[in-house]
């Protein structure tokens, strides 16, 4: 009994490891960015939740093989990582392909032989078939592996399935130009480059989805004698095509179409405060365009 809790042990460890990365990788999300700002709680929740049970029915079934390859004989370490790199689904489908029936010992030489044979192939000694009345039932032994695995893949697919209708129809998700939340998208963009250094942001894409916004957070010191400057060219502009550039702090938001500049844009920050602004990228149709936009 003891030597069975020791070999759960690492596993339950390795277990409460991953699920302890995962937050931490999460937390780390939120302090790096605007966290969850835009989006509804149970989105984040859902997408967490998702993981978290694809890493709970992998190790569950990753668990089952382990005990199943032990009374086959087989390597339980090696089919247990096949079943959770490879995913369940494609691990156990490996497995089954390849696992070899269970065996017994010959009482005479020691070779491994069928539970269904009536002699050992080795040596040839006779095998009393009332040893076998007993038989041990092919995939059930361990079942509480089995379950949990299956009740993880349950809330697993019902996590996904419902991340993907709220992403899909847009609920808990901002897309309000001139919200003072951060706006997600459903859309894709193509970008070449994009960072913020010392207070500059450069942005250079190829195209995006229409409508695609793309921001960036920015801080006002002095809002009675800074500037905001932005050198935007677009190279490519459909009929019909625009870049709108915003500004949005709060209650105040303000706009202006910057899809054909003759020259660089200096706009006036007085109707700001100073502190965080979102400085957002409207996209609608342009393409090939390369933006450089800081307040100094």
């Known amino acids: 009994m003891n ?45 967490l939740c998702f993981i978290a049970s694809a890493l709970c029915t992998s190790g569950f079934f990753a668990a089952w093989v382990y005990q199943d390859c032990e009374k086959r004989g087989e390597d339980p370490i090696l089919w247990a990582l096949v079943v959770f790199i490879a995913t369940p689904f494609i691990g156990l489908l490996l497995y089954f392909l390849r696992r070899s029936e269970i065996k017994e010992t010959c009482p005479a030489c020691g070779h491994k032989i069928s539970l269904r044979a009536n002699y050992c192939e080795e040596c040839g000694t006779p095998v009393k078939k009332e040893d ?21 893949l ?75 400057y932005a050198d935007i060219s677009c190279g490519t502009v459909p009929e019909g095509a625009t870049l709108v550039l915003w500004l949005v702090q709060g209650d105040v ?19 700001f405060e100073n502190g965080k602004i979102y400085v957002r990228l409207q996209i609608n149709g342009v393409e090939d365009t390369v933006s450089e936009i800081c307040i100094k």
Request: hydrophobic share 45%.
């Open 132 to 152: 076998n009345n007993v038989m041990v039932k092919q995939g059930t032994h361990h079942l509480h592996f089995m379950i949990a695995g299956i009740m993880s």
């Open 3 to 47: 030597n069975t809790k020791n070999k759960k042990f690492p596993l339950y460890i390795g277990i409460g490891i991953i699920l302890l990365l995962l937050l931490l990788r999460f937390c780390l999300f939120y302090l790096r960015s605007d966290g969850f700002s835009g989006l509804s709680m149970l989105l984040p929740v859902l997408l």
């Open 253 to 271: 938001a303000q706009s202006v179409d910057v899809t054909d500049l003759s020259e660089p844009l200096s706009w006036p920050l007085q109707e």
């Open 154 to 228: 349950v809330l697993m697919l019902t996590c996904l399935t419902g991340f993907i209708v709220c992403a899909v129809t847009g609920k808990g998700i901002n897309r309000e130009i001139a919200s003072n939340e951060r706006i997600w998208n459903a859309g894709v963009i193509s970008m070449n480059y994009n960072a913020c250094t010392d207070g500059v942001w450069k942005l250079d894409f190829r195209s995006a989805s229409d409508g695609f916004v793309k921001e960036q957070s920015m801080t006002i010191e002095d809002a009675d004698s800074q500037l905001l």
